[in-house]
């Protein structure tokens, strides 16, 4: 690449240079050159044409030049006028004959001078900008030049100073060495910065002080004493309106400047000071009250500007004087503000207890009345089916053939079956209505629990001719294992029912962080009128393809489900269908299922030569459960205890190949320490808890020793089944 002739960096006078000798160069060769190709004039132009652009950007560099040459001088121009000004400002408050002090929004010294002070020269030194105003007022009261008023000390002198710094405004004075006085008045400025200005006013205080000392003698001394102890600021006026006396309570309520408080002063000055402290229109109030002929009592709400409140009071003097008091009531009015607010809150709490009581109330006796319709028709629905029993036992007896035998035990069979079923759904309720202490969540897959519930119901849809579908699921979701069984089993236990013919559909939606489970059908539907009376307990749709049913399934969902704060959707159409769709948090994905087990019933059970230890302490039901074990071929040996049960085994010489155990034995026994010990001596023999105790504490246990759970009523069907699985 051949390199530029010209370096940009170079002065115009240099690439003027450079341009000249190229020129020169160029011309030279034109006069020699022979050759008539033309490629010495095209140098030639390009020559001229690289010094048009250096004549341009030349102008360019030159316009630039003046552009910066006439900013600075307006730079300039403007710094000159800015010092002007800060040299005015300057000598605009060395002209004041005051002490001048400026503090930042920051409480950080801005500007001073030469007066401000003075009456404490230890502290000029210190006062450079940046100087924190904190730092200020430590070092004034550290100053030896500082004067205290009899028993202050300086850390108190200082809060009280800083407190008189926290206000809007402020006056007050102080005193220094050699009986100097200065009058320090404080004004916040409209950008949070401070003004303090500095008074000498040492001659007012000795004019004071001789005014004071020509009036003064035994009974003004006693007056003056007695004012100064009063709590109340008193300020007392002739016949003319002229100030005659006052007392120090009134410096500390309204800070007057010191000009204001000298006898002989004129009620219209002292009236327009209060107009600056006091808000409102009290100070107007006032003086017309002055103006009047006749002078009843006056008593004014007064509100200082910095917050404080008072009470005024003025009174006429038989000489047409008068006095005015002002006491400080700030903390009664806070109070009594407070006491209001108090009683306020009470009387709102008393309001809310009494509806929350009215409220509970109302909803005892609902729930009273609803548990009474909830006895009776539960009493009404478990005499039905005992009565059938009570009329098949008759006819089983009357019975003359095998057929009329096995169809009246069938029948025996479903009516206890529907006993067992009102018995468990009861039981269900009563869980539930304990609140959430008895829930326990885990992660639960639900290919599993579907290939279950499939497996479970798919006989009883076969029976109606319906497609019953579940589709598979890897996903796993956080609930009680249980309950959520026992919630998708209702629902599917409904839709099944109430299907005539068609469909019923059981599967899985994944939404952000939570699992849909649906369940579908092609039922006749749900009325919208019932589709909250279908959640009551003992409720059922008049009109429905459905057996019958107990009418507390959708109660016990619906009751889980607020339970365990999981959403549930209902959606219908009538005549088409109706879906459940129950919404669950989300687990993460489910470890893989094993194949899905099959119908209980269905389970190929060889009892060989199986011996089964059966501890329980009712004879009745050891009765039942040794004649059931019999009837299978298998061998029971009953023992109503551990004791009984060890030396029943070493009296035999043998150990079980099966334990079943009630939970609850004699005298505090429990079935699980029964098993424990038979295990610790013959070793980990298969065992199964048979109990009527359905809390989930026991069922927590089981799981924790290894030990199935089987729930009292037994069916002797799952029973055969986990027979059968422990044998293989």
Known sequence: MTPPLLDSADPVERQNAKLLKIVSVLMDRVEQATDE????????????MLEEEVRERTRDLERTLDLLNQSNARLSLAMTEAEAARADLADAIESVREGF????SDDRLVLTNSRFCETLPDLRGHLAPGLRFVEYIRRAAASPHLALPDGRSRPEWMRERLRHHRL????FNVQTAADRWVQVSEQRTPGGGTAILHTDITELI????QERDKLLDEQAILIRATLDHVDQGIAIFDAEGRLVGWNSRLRTLLAPPMQLLRVGLGFAAFADHLRRQIAGDAPETLAAWIARERRAPLALDLRTRSGASLDLSAREMPDRGFVVSFTDVTAEREAKRALEAANEGLEARVRERTLALADALAAAERATASKSRFVAAASHDLLQPLSAAKLFLAA??????DAERSLALGRIRSAFDSVEGILGALLDISRLDAGPGVITLATIPLDALFARLGAEFRAMAGQKSLDLRVVPSRLAVLSDAAYLRRIVQNLLANAVNYTARGKVLLGARRLPG??????????PGIPEAEREAVFREFRRLPGSAGTGGLGLGLAIVERACTLLRHPLELVSVEGRGTGFRLTVPLAGPAPAAGPAPGPAGD???DPGSMTVLLIENDTAVAAAFSTLLEAW???ALTASGTPEAMALLDDLGLAPDVILADYHLDEGADGLAAIARLRARHGPIPAMLVTADRTPEVAQLCAEAGIDLMNKPVQPERLRAWLSSVAR
């Open 206 to 209: 000795q004019l004071e002080r």
């Open 514 to 523: 939570a699992v849909r489970i649906e369940v579908w059908d092609t039922g």
């Open 396 to 401: 089983l007896d009357a019975a003359g053939t």
């Open 37 to 48: 190709s033309g490629a010495a004039w095209a140098q030639f132009q390009r020559a001229l």
């Open 603 to 605: 389970a190929a059970f």
């Open 633 to 635: 071929g298998v061998g």
């Open 101 to 104: 002090a400026l503090f930042g």
């Open 168 to 171: 809007p405004s402020a006056t």
